[in-house]
């Protein structure tokens, strides 16, 4: 019988565990759908400074702006997004695992002697990225405040801190790297550049409506220009760190769903364990007592 209390004491341990994943489960799922509506609020914001930079190329006008501005590399900052807690399966592995593909592919691009600075955003990347970098190492470490829990005032600080040093030559490209949200299921490793802006890629993206709309620029389309040009980087890094935030709550959705289902399979096995035993223990004492009418 003492057999017996140890399944059932598994079993109740077992089913205790599915019943917290579960609940773990239902939690990511409402953070990762709040995640993922900001991303939709986000959008028209975007969409707006977008349209406004199209009306602007579209003109024969030459643009000028420090943070459009191409300057040989000397050091690469890599602005690599993780989390803050643990329970989301292989999200910080695989970011972790790419950084160091983007690492090599840096100091292939620009040299073995490029300078690089990880800025990692998450408890758990900060704690990887150690590994990496520290004494008697080529690759250096910046610490900042931002977290996965940030608010915007502390993500637009961030921005204006990475702005800062990119004016400042401190570093001559800013590069992000983060899971960019597809599905629940589905989330893709991106690395996309921050700074300098990349004229190329604003001129890919007008909107070939806008030539057949002229407009007007007041004081000139120059000035305007360089006022929206950092309105378009603290979206770009907004929608980057939401992304980011809904794939780690979707990576955590499938974490607990995985743990879920492993955990009733085992509760399965253990409770059909159990109900053996105890019909074996049933048919133990029946043939004691059919054993015992017999010698009478």
């Known amino acids: 019988m003492s ?15 599915q019943k917290t994943t579960s609940a773990m489960k239902m939690i990511s799922s409402s953070k990762m759908r709040k995640a ?12 707006m400074v977008q349209h406004v930079i199209s009306h602007l190329l ?9 943070l459009i501005a191409e300057r040989e590399v000397g050091r690469v900052a890599l602005v690599v997004f993780g989390s803050d807690d643990g329970l989301c399966g292989g999200f910080n592995v695989n970011i972790f695992k790419q950084l160091l593909v983007s690492i090599n592919e840096v100091r292939k691009q620009y040299g073995q002697q490029v300078g690089i600075t990880i800025v990692p955003v998450g408890k758990k990347m900060t ?10 190492k080529d690759i250096q470490m910046e ?17 204006d801190l990475m702005k800062t040093r990119f004016l400042e030559h401190a570093f001559d490209r800013v590069e992000m790297l983060y899971m960019h949200f597809i599905s629940t299921g589905k989330q893709v490793f991106t690395r996309e550049q921050l700074l300098p802006v990349s004229y ?38 907004q929608d980057v760190f939401i992304q980011s935030a809904a794939s780690e709550q979707s990576a955590r959705v499938m974490a607990m769903q995985a743990a879920s289902d492993n955990a009733k399979e085992l509760l399965d096995e253990l409770q059909l364990e159990y109900n053996k035993l105890r019909q074996q223990g049933i048919t133990t004492e029946l043939l004691d007592i059919l054993g015992g009418q017999v010698e009478r």
């Open 127 to 136: 704690k990887a990225v150690q590994k990496i970098t520290g004494k008697g």
């Open 36 to 47: 993922t509506g900001q991303l939709q609020r986000l959008s028209p914001y975007r969409h």
């Open 143 to 159: 610490r900042v405040a931002l977290n996965t829990r940030s608010d915007s005032e502390e993500l637009y600080a961030f921005t």
């Open 3 to 17: 057999t017996l209390r140890e399944l059932k004491t598994r079993i109740g341990s077992v089913a205790s565990t």
């Open 200 to 237: 190329q890629g604003l001129a890919d993206n007008v909107d070939p409506r806008a030539a057949n709309s002229p407009c007007l620029f007041e004081p000139d389309a120059n000035t305007i220009f360089n006022t929206v040009l950092p309105l378009h980087i603290k979206s770009m890094l």
């Open 58 to 66: 579209v003109t024969d006008q030459q643009f000028d702006s420090p």
